[in-house]
């Protein structure tokens, strides 16, 4: 897309390393290996906004198989805004994915009326909470490694709205990350990964079958990490882990909201005790 001397196209994998410093910059606190995974969940679904040649804004529409998409990282730099390019942004992001699918992404406050207009409604907030690491890691945790890489697809797609190996594949193997899971008979039962953020640690993402998996996954989580900031991002819509991280003295610090347009999924939120990114889903 050219207007001009704005355009807009396709980023390549190492413009999206500058996705996550604008993110990182507007106080997102993203993963610091997040590029790598975000880029393999769909290569194509990441742009960049220009003027004159230089970079001022990028969007992310990641489509997940044919029916589900999740957009992120609209940002525009604070230089560019109230000239229309996060508009022309936004239009170019949703031809990308189509009319077929039905979209995810979680709003901030500010923005949420325009999302409406877009045909976005509200199904849940997410809250971002922040605690302490530290504590002593139960003996029943696995690493995900270990495992055939096939539960975790099949587990994972039990709680996420599309199936993402590929993604998958990338996300537990970040550097100075930990994945960890839980069996019961053979299959998994839960599973979680921590990895590092510009600011301390997230979390991210925490299913479990029950309120007492994730507990031991997050005391496994967390106990990599002793004294380190912790971050995870909850789902208000269930209770069990909002009481998780009351119970490990976390604090609230933000709120998204999290939208979806012509339906709201239907999966076990009660086994999601924490997102895996606000930015892709």
Known sequence: MTTDNFSIRPMNRSEVDLAIAWAAAEGWNPGRYDAESFYQADPHGFFLAELNGEPVGCISAIAYEQHFGVLGFYIVQPQFRGRGFGLKLWKAAMAYLGT???????????????????????????IRYQGLGGGVAPSSIVELKTLPFGKLVEYDRQLFPAKRSQFLQHWINQPESAALGMLKDEQLVGYGVIRPSYTGYRIGPLFADNEQIAEELFQALIAKHPDAAIFLDIPDANPQAIALAERHKMQPIVQLAQMYTKTIPQFPLNQVFAITSVEIG
């Open 100 to 126: 077929d699918r039905y979209l995810s992404l979680n709003g901030v406050a500010a923005q949420q009326d325009n999302y409406k207009k877009s045909g976005f409604q509200i199904a849940y907030q997410n």
